[in-house]
C-alpha cells in the first residue's frame, strides 16, 4: 500500500498563509478522492485558523457552470438588509402583531436546476438528509415563504409547497406564468404587472429616431415575456429588429466559450442595443463581446431592477467604456428609515450572521469579534458604510428591495389578521393549543396581478 500523500493539502495551505488568505471557498469533487482531500484540507486548515465560508461538492457528471454568482455579493446583501430591517420595524409596532415576535428562517436560492429544491426541503426536513413526503420540523414552524428574483424558482418551488398548503409570497417581476391560480393557488406576486418598461424602451427610439436594433435578452421567464411584448410594440412602430441574441441563465459552458455568439462588429448599422438581464447576464456578456468587438454603440439596459450596476463598473473598470452612455430604467422608490438603518450598522450587530460578517471582511477588510478569522484586524467600534464612498450603492433603494419590504409587511399584516380571527371565535382557548396552519391565514395580497 502507498504511503498516504499529504503534499497537496500542505501546497495549498503554503499558498493561504503568505497572502492571508483567511477565508476560503472549497470547490471538490463529489468523489472519493475529492471526499479525502476535503477531509485532509479542513484538518489543515482548522489548525491555521483558517476560516471556509462555503464548501460545494460536485456531482462528477455535471458541468461547471462559469461566472455564476459574479457580482451577487451586491445586490443579494441589501435584500438581506431590507429583510432584518422589516422584521425590526414590525417587532418594534405596538399596533401590528402585539405581543408576537416574528422571527425568520434564511435559505440559499442556488442559481443551478438540480440545487432548485434544496432549501425548501431542507427547511421541511430541518435535518441533513432530506425525506420526501414528510414535514419532520416541530418547532418555529413558518407559516409561510418569500421567495425571489427568478419566476422559474418561485414556480419549481411552489409545486413542492403546495403540497403541505405553505403560501409563497414572491418579490421579483411580476409574471404571468406565477399568476395561474389553477397551479399555484397559494402564490402571491408583490409586484404589479405592468407594461411601462417595453413603453418606455419604444418611448426612447422613436424619440432618437432610432429605427434600426439590436436585442439581448435572458434566455428565462422574464426575459422571454419582455421579448414577446416588445417585439409587438417594435412591429407596431416600424421598428426593425436586427438580431436577437437570448442568454443562457446559468452560463452554459458553450455560451462562455462563444458557440453561437452573435458578433456585435457584424451589424454597423445598428443604432442602438437593447439589453434585458441581470447583472451576471452584463457580465458574462461582456467578458465575451469585449474582445469580439470594440466598437462603441448606445445601450438601453432594459431591466429595471439593474440598479447596482455602478458598484459592478467600480470593480469591471472596463464595462465603463463598453456601457458608456447607457440609458437605463429605475423607479425612484423609498423605504422610511431604511438608509438610516443602514448608515447605523456596526460590525457588533448579527453576531452569527456569516454573511453580515463576511460583508465587514470583503469591503472593510476587518473581523467582528464573534467570527476572528485568523490574523484579520478587529473591525473599528465606529466603522460604518459612510466611510467608503465605492459602496454608498447599498444604501440606494432598489426595487426588489421595496419588494421585499412589501412582502414582509403582507405576510405580517396576514399573520396579524389570522391571529385576530382566531382569537375572537376561540378567545377562550389556549393559543399555544390550537397552533395556526400556514393555509388558514387569509391572501396576504389577494389585490396584486388584478
Known sequence: MSPKDTALTQGVISLLLPF?????????????????????????????????????????????????????KWKNYQYLLTLYFAIEEINKDA????????????????????????????WLSERSEFIPNYKCKTQHKALGIIAGIRPEFSAAIGTLLELYKIPQVTYGLFHSVL???????????????????????IFLLLHFGWKWVGLIVADDLNGKEFLSDLTAELASEDICVAFTERIPT???????????????????????????????????????????SKRKKMWIMAKPRIVYLQSVFYKWIGLMSFFEGSFSFSKNRNIPGFKHFIQALTPSQYPSDIYFHKFWLDNFHCSP???????????????????????????ITSEPSVSIWNAVYAVAHA?????????EIDFHKDINQDRLLPWQGPTPCQNQGK
Request: hydrophobic share 40%; charged share 20%.
Open 95 to 122: 399596533h401590528l402583531l402585539p405581543n408576537v415576535t416574528l422571527g425568520f428562517h434564511l435559505y440559499n436560492a442556488f442559481h443551478s436546476h438540480r440545487r432548485t429544491l434544496e432549501g425548501p426541503l431542507m
Open 415 to 423: 399573520l396579524h389578521e389570522m391571529l385576530l380571527s382566531q382569537t
Open 250 to 292: 446559468y452560463m452554459k459552458v458553450d455560451f462562455y466559450f462563444g458557440v453561437g455568439l452573435v458578433n456585435l462588429s457584424q451589424h454597423t448599422k445598428v443604432n442602438v442595443h437593447v439589453f434585458y438581464g441581470d447583472i451576471d447576464d452584463v457580465l458574462i456578456f461582456y467578458i465575451q463581446n469585449e474582445i469580439i
Open 369 to 395: 469579534s464573534p467570527l476572528l478569522c485568523g490574523v484579520q484586524e478587529l473591525c473599528p467600534l465606529n466603522i460604518s458604510l459612510k466611510n467608503k464612498q465605492e459602496i454608498q450603492v447599498v444604501m
Open 20 to 72: 492571508v488568505w483567511n477565508w476560503v471557498w472549497l470547490l471538490v469533487a463529489d468523489d472519493l478522492k475529492g471526499k479525502e482531500f476535503l477531509s485532509d484540507l479542513k484538518a489543515e486548515i482548522a489548525s491555521e485558523d483558517i476560516c471556509v465560508a462555503y464548501t460545494e461538492k460536485l456531482p462528477t457528471n455535471c458541468k461547471i457552470q462559469l461566472m455564476s454568482g459574479v457580482g451577487e
Open 179 to 201: 399568476n395561474d391560480k389553477d397551479t399555484f393557488p397559494s402564490l402571491y406576486q408583490i409586484s404589479p404587472q405592468e407594461k411601462a418598461l417595453t413603453q418606455g424602451v
